[in-house]
Structures are given as C-alpha cells and as structure tokens.
C-alpha cells in the first residue's frame, strides 16, 4: 500500500534563486516530479537579482524528504541554505510547560502563597485528606506514567525516547479537556517497582494513566495500582482503544442494521487492546467473538495458553474452533484487527457475511488494504488519519478523565466504559451517520464534554447505590 505525504514528515527548505519569472514554476515542478507536496512558499528576502524563498514541503518518510532536498538542490540556479524538519521544530525544549495560576506581585500574595499563609492549608489537609483534590492540583491532575517497553509502534525504546510520546499526552489532555497532565517516564521495566513507585507518587494527582506499558506486565500493573491506590487508574492502550472500538461498532452497526448481540466478530490480536477489546465487547453485549493470535484461534485445549489466553479461550469461541484468521474471517459479520500488517486480503474479506464491518486497526500498515477492504464491505475503519473513520484513543481519553476528576471518582469501571462508548457514539446524529462517518472528529466543540457528563453520571449513580446500600 503506497504511503501519501504526510505533514509528519515536512520540511522547510530555505533557497535562494534567480528572481526571474519561471524560478518559482521550477520548485513546483522539481517537488511534484519526486512525489513531494508543496504546501507553502514564503518570501524571505527579495533583491534584484536574487530572492530567498522557504519552500515547506509533506514528504513520505524521511528519505523522501531528502530527495525532495536533492531535487531542488539541483536545480539550476539554486543554492540550499537550510533544511529544518518541522516536527523537529516543534518538539524543541519539549512541548509543555508549568504556569502558575496566581499572580505573586506583592509580599501580600506571596505570603498567602507560600509561608506562613500555606501552613492553614496544609493543617487542613492533614485533618481531612480528602480536602487535597478540592485544595491542591490533585483536583485536576493526571500522571501519565509509562516505561517506555511499548512505545506506538516502535517497541522497546526506553523512558527518554517515551517521553516526546508522554509530552504530547499531556499536551492533548490540556487542550480536550482542560486537564493538566504530567509525563513520568520510569527508569524500570520491573512490576514491583512500577508498581510502588506510582503507588507512592499517586497522592499528588488525582488520576493515573498508565501509557506504552507492553502486554503482560501491563495487566499486573494496572490490577495491582487498583488495589492500591484511591484514584482512578486508566491503561489507556487497553481501554481507550476498547472503548473507541465499541462507540464506532455501535454506529457501524446503525449503518448495517446489525445489532451487537447477533453478530459475529473476528479478532486478530491478543495483547493488550484486544483482551481489552474483547472484554468491554462482551460487557456491552456481544456473544459470538473468536479472537486469533499468530498461532491461530484461541481455543479450550490448545497448548501454551497463558493466563490472558486461557481467559479467552474459556469465554470466546464456543464451538472450539481451531484454525487459522482467515477461516475466522469467513462468514464473520465484523472483523477487528489489532495486530500486524496485510494479514488478510480482498479474497479473505469477500467471504464474510454481506454488510460486513472491518477495523483494522494496525498502524501505519492495517491488517488489509483499506482501499480493497471497501470493495468488499459496507464499512471500513483504520487506524490511520488518511482515510475516513479514524479508531484514535485521543477521541476518549480527555473527556473520560474530564468526568473522573469532576466526580472524584476513585475507580474505573467497565459501565462506565460503556456510557463513555455510548457518548461518543452519539456525537454522531442520525442524519450525519454513513458508511464514511461512524465517529467524530477529535475537534468536535462538544465531544469530550459529552463523554465527561456520561462517565460523571454514571460516577454519580454508583455514588449514590452505595450510600443507599450502606444506609
């Protein structure tokens, strides 16, 4: 599948030329004759005879970039001055900052501030503890925590290389939903130690999410910090994936006229979003699912199963199916694929039920070629931002926890998973829903305080089960 410019991979390119009337036409055709797209041209500086011009151009990957550069490099007449890459650019110093929310100008300020005047505040907190997410940043702080063993797609690449990836978390936490987020990336691939080192960090926030952790470890860890700490604690690879995965099925169902609880769905993955695919799936409805690993199905009986296996094998697949994806895929009404790139084909997808569904998931290269996916489905969901109905967690994340913070909530449930697939499912009206429009855009102006308001709801419900309960 033939990858597009991208503005992931832009450039600047910084020229100087002749100021005759043809220089400009010359860029243009250079860029467009290596496959680059030119998306801006800027006057720098202009004389009589020369002119210096930046020229930003998407490119398709790095080496794609510097044949652009060559291209125009040589052209006649041109000297290259300066190259910047532009996602570079923006990552320098790193992209997120401290501010203060009060102004300190005067003794007055800085008293009430700091000392003596800090003292009355942290005496009351001492009396009543929870007093600290009314009085301190607790109120709407989230730790993005991770270990940097499964970062996007590029695997094991430490805490320092995870934390570009952890700053622009927080940054999207910041602009969604107001919330302010911290990356902490830790020095230790060990559960023990991740485990205590956020239980002793978790007093100064009021949410964790838990980032880039790879399958298993990140189950113990998140199952272990749930048993530990009093506030809310998100692996959003697992359950962000899940719960954008269920909103855009919901709608994908609408456009079919499916409904969850008759369908069969096909699943190729069985890490960490799968299981968490699976389990919210289950949880919302859905009763015939067989998920496939590289070994094929998982199955009661089949040898090597570990402990997230052998759940699904005794939860899915009841007829005990035994063979690989592709017999999975036949008569399937919905195929989810959270694993490897091109492991079905147009053949594979033509044998499922009419209206079929398909979610491929793997990025940048899906488990199918989008484009033949649609000759042969109703709908098509990726991944990736280059094709309509884009499956990306950053639709959920910030409203989800928007409505954990303001509901200090103390836990993460799968109802409210639920309510929150079922909010952003609905930002999508009945008279924009279609084949090419099952999920919103992340820059909807009402998505993530619909989400908020669903999962605060279902906080407070709860809240209030238990009082009665207790009473």
Known sequence: MATLPSVSYSITVRLELDGHGTAVGSLTNAVEHVGGVITALDVAAAGHERIRIDVTCAARDTDHAQS???????????????????????????????????????????????????????????????????????????????????????????????????????????????????????????????????????????GINLEDISAPRCFEVEERLRELVDIPVFHDDQHGTAIVVLAALKNALRVVEKDLSEVRIAMSGAGAAGTAILKLLMHAGAKDVIVCDIHGAVHEGRDGLDSNLGWIAANTNPA???????????GADVFIGVSAPN???????????????????????PEVDPEVAHLHASVVATGRSDYPNQINNVLVFPGFFRGLLDSQSHKV????????????ADVVTGDEIGPHYIIPSVFHTDLAQQVASAVRNVVVREQAGRGAAGR
């Open 343 to 365: 492991v079905l084909g147009g053949a594979d997808i033509a044998e499922m039920n009419e209206g079929a569904i398909i979610f491929a998931l793997a990025n940048p290269d």
């Open 68 to 206: 652009i550069v060559d291209a125009l490099g040589a052209l006649e007449g041109v000297v290259v001055h300066k190259v910047s890459d532009r996602t570079f650019l923006m990552h320098l110093g790193g992209k997120i900052e401290m501010q203060s929310k009060v102004s300190l100008r005067n003794r007055d300020e800085l008293s009430m501030a700091y000392t003596p005047g800090v003292a009355r505040v942290s005496q009351a907190i001492a009396a009543n503890p929870e007093d600290a997410r009314r009085l301190t940043i607790k109120r709407n702080s989230v730790a993005v925590v991770t270990d940097g063993s499964a970062v996007l797609g590029l695997g094991n690449v430490g805490p320092e290389a995870a934390m570009p990836v952890m700053e622009g978390k927080a940054a999207l936490f910041k602009r969604f939903a107001d919330i302010d987020a911290w990356p902490i990336a830790l020095d230790t691939q060990d559960v023990d130690e991740i485990v205590r080192t956020v239980q002793v960090l978790a007093p100064g926030f009021g």
């Open 413 to 424: 449930d799968a109802d409210m998973m639920v309510a929150a697939a079922k909010a952003l």
């Open 320 to 330: 005990g199916y035994s063979g690989d994806l592709k017999g999975a895929v036949a």
